[in-house]
């Protein structure tokens, strides 16, 4: 923590320094925030059991009617859509082959207050249309024209590089362990006329690959689209084509599309997206990759999508799946830790209240939905919100939780005491970050502002940066060795060491994995290398002619030869270097924030900054010479001499971060 004593313009100068740098944070952080175009990387409560579930207790309160539906959702909607500023939602749930309820709260036009309705008010589903991709790959498994086990470069007109011996194959891309680093640029673009192909996005943007394939799951939009790709190539149809003709026409889903921008005939229909409902529209958002979320469709096309993948693949006379392959699809194919949810073959399971549940969820920046299979009860759940709201909470995990509680009633035994309790969350105390990450460019730097803490309490549980829905931090409880479950609560954490004894973790949701940090990239060691390099170099350079006013009022000239001088100005030019180049990359990330566009073209400035970085660590030389003259200078100030050890290792400092966390690598694959 900064002190804010601050009582001489000594002290005041250093405040405004100080402040100089922690700007550059807050500029990170909100790029962290920012940059979540699928699932949220970070903590988020999802309360779920763990993946072998016990049997759920005999009997319910309220049957699962839609009078009693109705009712229930009448009362909750309304006030959660007041409460949480957003504009509107549908909510559609089956049974047994039939549509039990479908309804819309709120509205789609805000200004023009149009109801939401489920049948002709469309949504967008974001990666919940991962769904259709992989029902697609499905499809071509049983036709013998794909294999889950085959190298994915023999489905490809071009090859995914090689990497840790060992290809990647659709089993990989389904569970999401092809070992991929995240991508974000030209995720999503601006407008229709920044969209290229499919096969453009997937030739242009290979992301690096940092966990060999099989092993660590680490979510990936590239990877879907990918597969859309290989979809594309392996049926001889551009891949929205496909899927129209294979899954939406046979389930008679009339009012759903991959196509961007929507066909005419939909675009009325077409709900109006919102940061907040008490805000204005934002424009249709256009997903370059879009075989990962650029669905639009109605909640009751979404009931027909549900209703076939309960029926294993039937839907009324048609059928989009053999029965044995949409059970392979739903069965568990990858988990981390067993005791916990793993991935289906697309799905990933989120095993609640005692019943086994598969699903996925889905986010744009302004619509967030969510579509859940409770397989042994043969009931389908999905909900689509079509504004971001106060971001606080997540509504329809909540919402969802309220579902299960109503209708599907479960009470978890009490917790074992453990007699290591203690020692096992001091053991699991730490900063982690998500396998979903970004490695080889400069957005590297939401691993370090995205790390999460978990801390060891003295009675054995440990608090987290979760926040339950009443703002509050939620610890959690051990039930078994390194099994933790929330204190009052149903969310799960998992704790185990990786092959190589380090410690990692997993929430409820399979599809990343947390890390623990070691100590060069541990945050808080380089949050305070910034500000203390940030420091010094800006005060170095505003005390510059702050010292010459004072010494010329004193009558005290520097008394320098030609090569110390000549030191001094390079020098204080390099500290004006780092100024410029840090203070480059805050202006930079801040322009980011302002949308895809932003974002997508911040390749000149990543080139720029290279050059600028490269200059700063030549700079960095020159301070090091300095501070080594400044010791062998005879008759110098020690605290002249100290100023100058103290620069040197500044620019060192700031030279090992930039370096670290990629800010001069010149790679504008982002």
Known sequence: MISSQILSDRHARGYLTILTGLLLLVALVCVGMWAQPSRPASLSVKSSA????????????????????????????????????????VIAVVKDGQVVFAKG???????????????????????????????????????????????????????????FGKPITLRNIMTHTAGFEEVVKDLFVADAEHMGSLEYYVKNHIPERIFPPGTVPAYSNYATALAGYIVQRVSGKPF??????????????KRSTFVQPLPEDLKPMMSKGYDRASSDPKPF???????????????????????????NGQFGSVRILRPETATLMHSRLFGSDDRMNGMAHGFYEESKNGHRIIGHAG???????????????????????????????????????KFLDRYFPYTEPPAGKIENAQADAASVAG????????????????????????????????????????????????????????????????????ENGQMQFQMDFPFFIFQKVGFWENKYFN?????????????????????????????????????????RLGVRLVCILFICFFGGWLAALTTAMAGPSAINALAPWIICFGILGVLCAFGAVLACANAFRS???????????????????????????????NLMNFNIHY
């Not at 579930?53 to 009448?74: I, K």
């Not at 929205?240 to 008679?252: F, G, K, M, S």
């Not at 790390?451 to 926040?467: R, W």
């Not at 800006?538 to 005390?543: D, F, S």
Request: glycine share 6%; hydrophobic share 40%.
């Open 363 to 401: 986010d744009t920046e302004l619509f967030h939905s969510d579509l859940h299979l409770i397989l042994d009860s043969n009931v389908g759940f999905f909900v689509s919100y079509n504004s971001a709201g106060k971001g606080e909470i997540r509504p329809r995990e909540i919402l969802f939780e």
């Open 105 to 163: 709260y709120g509205y789609s036009d805000m200004a023009k207050r149009t109801p939401v309705t489920p049948d002709s008010t469309l949504f967008r589903i974001g990666s919940t249309s991962k769904l259709f991709t992989w029902t697609s790959v499905m499809q071509l498994v049983e036709q013998g024209k794909l294999d889950l086990n085959r190298d994915v470069n023999d489905y490809l007109d071009f090859k995914i590089p090689p990497a």
């Open 431 to 498: 900063l982690y970050l998500t396998s979903r990450r970004i490695e080889s460019s400069f957005l590297k730097l939401l691993s370090l502002v995205g790390q999460e803490q978990i801390s060891a309490n003295p009675d054995g549980t440990i608090t987290t940066p979760l926040k339950g829905p009443n703002g509050q931090l939620l610890k959690f409880e051990e039930i078994s060795p390194l099994l933790y479950r929330e204190v009052h609560g149903r969310a799960h954490m998992g704790f185990k060491k990786d």
């Open 50 to 89: 763990p993946a072998a579930v016990a049997p759920a207790q005999p009997g319910t309160n309220h049957e699962l009617t839609s009078v009693d539906l109705e009712a229930f959702l009448d009362g909750l909607m309304p006030a959660q859509l007041e409460r949480e500023d957003v504009a509107g939602a």
């Open 285 to 311: 958002e256009f997903v370059e990759a879009f075989p990962a979320g650029s669905v639009s469709t109605t909640a009751g096309d979404m009931c027909n999508f549900m209703i076939a993948h309960l029926q």
């Open 631 to 661: 010791w062998k200078t005879p008759n110098r100030w020690v605290w002249i001499k100290l100023h100058d050890t103290a620069l040197a290792f500044a620019c060192l400092g700031l030279v090992w971060f930039a370096i670290t966390w």
């Open 240 to 253: 929205e084509q496909y899927v129209a003709e294979n899954i939406y026409t046979p389930l008679e889903m």
């Open 527 to 567: 949050y305070t290398l910034a500000i203390f390099g940030l420091t010094m170099v800006v005060l170095t350079v505003v005390l510059w002619p702050v010292g010459a006013l004072i010494r010329k009022h004193y009558g005290r000239p520097l008394d320098l030869s030609p090569l110390e001088r000549k030191l």
